[in-house]
């Protein structure tokens, strides 16, 4: 059985910052690739920032040069690192990650979520 589970949303006002992380647990081999998505109300889920086991990252451009994705692999973790908040940055933040129990065998996981708001 494996979990993530998200901590750090909350509410802040535009231009500020605040610091997403999520913890991997359970029955982990090893995990490849890590990221963060959201979805804002009425829209689809969307992919924010993802990195992989060697510390490559990809960023969706709304979010380039605002955020920043890094891991610690010792501790499964994922963070996600936000400045200069805009109020079109408010949803549901949801970590996910491709996570072998066993070396044959990988699956994708996700988060529960964690809100966002950015308001005034």
């Known amino acids: 059985q494996v979990q993530l589970v998200e901590s750090g949303g909350g509410l802040v006002q535009p231009g500020g910052s605040l610091r997403l992380s999520c913890a991997a647990s359970g029955s982990i081999f090893s995990i490849n690739a890590m990221g963060w998505y959201r979805q804002a109300p009425g829209k689809q889920r969307e992919l924010v920032a993802t990195?992989?086991?060697?510390?490559?990252?990809n960023y969706a451009d709304s979010v380039k040069g605002r955020f920043t994705i890094s891991r610690d692999n010792a501790k499964n973790t994922v963070y996600l690192q936000m400045n200069t908040l805009k109020p079109e940055d408010t949803a549901v933040y949801y970590c996910?990650?491709?996570?072998?129990?066993?070396?044959?065998?990988?699956?994708?996981?996700w988060g529960p979520g964690t809100q966002v708001t950015v308001s005034s």
């Open positions: 990195i992989t086991s060697g510390g490559s990252t």
């Open positions: 996910n990650a491709a996570i072998l129990a066993t070396p044959w065998h990988e699956y994708d996981y």
